[in-house]
């Protein structure tokens, strides 16, 4: 029975994970323990979600997550981007920017 639940978690977790990346997505990879490093998503006007590994260790690893935080930009579910922190756990100075920048391009490029 328990092997059952946990199936059922696994997929319900990755099915919405793979509702996450439609369309142009910006998805933050972390932890509780980096959460100082992290940006804010909220400038974005696109499906933003900041996912923590003690919550969704499958996708991390299926997402092949190596350093924290991690920030991926999908298209259509499709990898277009990914910024990773240093060794300090904090991702570079004016990633920001950068992300708004390519995601700007993304958008302007669909019309």
Known sequence: MRW???VIALFVSVASFSQVKDDISVVQFSAKFV???EISL???DVNK???YISENKSIFENENI???PTIIVYQDGEEM???EAGIDLKL???CLEDLQAYVSELLEARF
């Open 81 to 83: 981007k990914r910024i």
């Open 66 to 68: 190596k350093y924290l």
């Open 42 to 44: 909220k400038s974005f």
């Open 35 to 37: 959460a100082s490093g």
């Open 4 to 6: 059952i639940v946990t």
């Open 49 to 51: 979600e900041t996912l």
């Open 92 to 94: 570079p100075e004016g």
